[in-house]
């Protein structure tokens, strides 16, 4: 069972550049999220999605947007990396809602220099 | 502004020993409490609780959430070296899940 996918697993970037953190599920979840977690702070919310064709912002969506085109994939997208959003991300997918178990993936580790 | 506090942010034990974990919460509205223990990568689901009183258990872990005082604990009976993890609380208000810091739990042999 391969769960939530999450791609790479490591990434430097350099200030200004983009790139996009990819994320997949084959549990046919409807609800897909992204989190970044930073030393000392809880998972704070990026973006997360109800469905295909939905998404809403997060607690901390600036400098990143998403798309959900499928139920499976949900990639998250630095537009113009900064040092700032050097963190780890997750990608997580649950059932039905928000109130029952999430799956996560196995991060990726960003550092933006 | 919802907030999810743990409690301690970090214990050291030893083997054998049990242990009390805190959550306490203020958000708007109310659905679950959810536990998750995350090693080195991803967290992994431990309890979703909704009741209060109701304790839920697996093994050597129990969990009960009380909402009149706003509050969850999460014990771990008997640890073992395996038991040393983050352990992390997050509050399900308005479909967006609200996470604590975390409790660092290191289990000395």
């Known amino acids: 069972n391969a769960g939530v996918t999450q791609t790479p697993k490591f990434q430097v970037l350099k200030t200004g550049q983009s790139m996009t953190l990819q994320c997949a599920q084959d549990?046919?979840?409807?609800?897909m999220s992204w989190y970044r977690q930073d030393p000392g702070m809880g998972l704070r919310l990026i973006h997360y999605?109800?469905?295909?064709?939905?998404?809403d912002q997060g607690e901390v969506p600036n400098g990143y947007n998403v798309s959900r085109s499928t139920t499976e994939d949900f990639p998250l997208r630095l537009l113009s990396a900064a040092p700032s959003q050097t963190s780890v991300y997750f990608c997580a997918s649950s059932k039905r809602s928000m109130n029952t178990e999430a799956f996560f993936g196995q991060g990726t580790r960003l550092t933006v220099v | 502004e919802d907030k999810v506090v743990q409690s301690p942010l970090s214990l050291v034990v030893h083997e054998g020993d049990t242990v009390t974990l805190n959550c306490s919460y203020e958000?708007?509205?109310?659905?679950?409490l959810l536990w998750y223990k995350q090693e080195k990568k991803a967290p992994t689901f431990l309890f979703m609780l909704?009741?209060s009183g109701i304790e839920k258990k697996s093994g050597r872990l129990s969990s009960i959430l009380d909402k009149k005082e706003l509050f969850s604990i999460l014990n771990i009976t008997a640890t073992q070296t395996g038991d040393s993890a983050v352990y992390l609380c997050a509050v399900d208000s308005n479909y967006q899940l609200i996470w604590g810091a975390g409790t660092k739990l290191i289990i000395k042999p």
């Open positions: 958000v708007t509205n109310f659905r679950s």
């Open positions: 999605s109800v469905g295909a064709g939905i998404t």
């Open positions: 909704t009741s």
């Open positions: 549990m046919n979840h409807e609800y």
